[in-house]
């Protein structure tokens, strides 16, 4: 179905639909209750509640939660959309599934945004300021047997997400890889990603990557 993504908010891009398809082949138990991290327009949440799962979606942009809730309405899906950093809402909580397209964009700053668009992509210099407080926090959140589906690029390092995953406790495994061309945000910063490392002055895309995690029984 079409999304709505009012300004702002994160459309769904190539990262989006590369998670959404690995959503869309795991296999749910009835009526799985599943978390979807950093929700923007809601599509993963969306998608999820199709499915017929009892979803929870989490975003700290009061604009994200308000387009989550739009387009849960217009799917005629019941999906609860809170505000909030991260899986602070939903504290003590436990999930069938957990998914998560959260920023993850090496750029020339400390810290990310306050606000705006940018917040949806700017991860630190190293593109991992988010990505390791998901890793530690996302793996208490589920339930025995329980799967987290996390997608990001290969620039910010798979490396550390499969061991910091591990080390939670959780069978941590590559899915997938999707190689995409350089989006508006990386053409913008290429000069900087080349002085750092992150990539080759001809290069002209990155490798997306879907990491499973698995809380064993």
């Known amino acids: 179905?079409?999304?709505?993504?009012?300004?702002?908010?994160?459309?769904?891009q190539d990262d989006t639909a590369l998670?959404?398809?690995?959503?869309?082949?795991?296999?749910?138990?009835?009526g799985a209750r599943v978390l979807d991290v950093g929700t923007g327009s809601g599509a993963l949440a969306v998608a999820a509640a199709l499915r017929g799962a009892e979803v929870t979606a989490v975003d700290i942009s009061r604009t994200a939660v308000w387009?989550?809730?739009?387009?849960?309405r217009?799917?005629?899906?019941?999906?609860?959309?809170?505000?909030?950093?991260?899986?602070?809402?939903?504290?003590?909580?436990?999930?069938?599934?957990?998914?998560?397209?959260?920023?993850?964009?090496?750029?020339?700053?400390?810290?990310?945004?306050?606000?705006?668009?940018?917040?949806?992509?700017?991860?630190?210099?190293d593109g991992r300021l988010i990505l390791d407080r998901i890793c530690r926090e996302v793996p208490r959140l589920l339930r025995p047997g329980?799967?987290?589906?996390?997608?990001?690029?290969?620039?910010?390092?798979?490396?550390?997400?499969?061991?910091?995953?591990r080390a939670a406790g959780l069978r941590a495994e590559t899915l997938e890889r999707a190689a995409v061309r350089f989006g508006p945000v990386l053409r913008s910063r290429q000069s900087w990603l080349c002085r750092e490392g992150f990539v080759h002055p001809r290069d002209e895309s990155e490798e997306l990557v879907v990491i499973r995690a698995e809380r064993t029984r």
């Open 67 to 72: 387009t989550a809730r739009l387009n849960a």
């Open 1 to 12: 179905m079409k999304l709505i993504a009012l300004p702002g908010v994160y459309s769904p």
């Open 74 to 125: 217009l799917a005629r899906r019941r999906i609860r959309v809170l505000r909030g950093d991260l899986t602070a809402p939903v504290s003590g909580g436990t999930f069938d599934l957990v998914v998560s397209n959260p920023p993850y964009v090496p750029g020339p700053f400390d810290a990310p945004p306050r606000r705006g668009p940018a917040r949806s992509w700017e991860a630190g210099r």
């Open 19 to 30: 998670l959404a398809g690995a959503l869309h082949r795991e296999v749910l138990p009835p």
């Open 146 to 165: 329980g799967v987290f589906l996390l997608v990001h690029s290969a620039l910010s390092g798979e490396t550390p997400t499969l061991a910091g995953l």
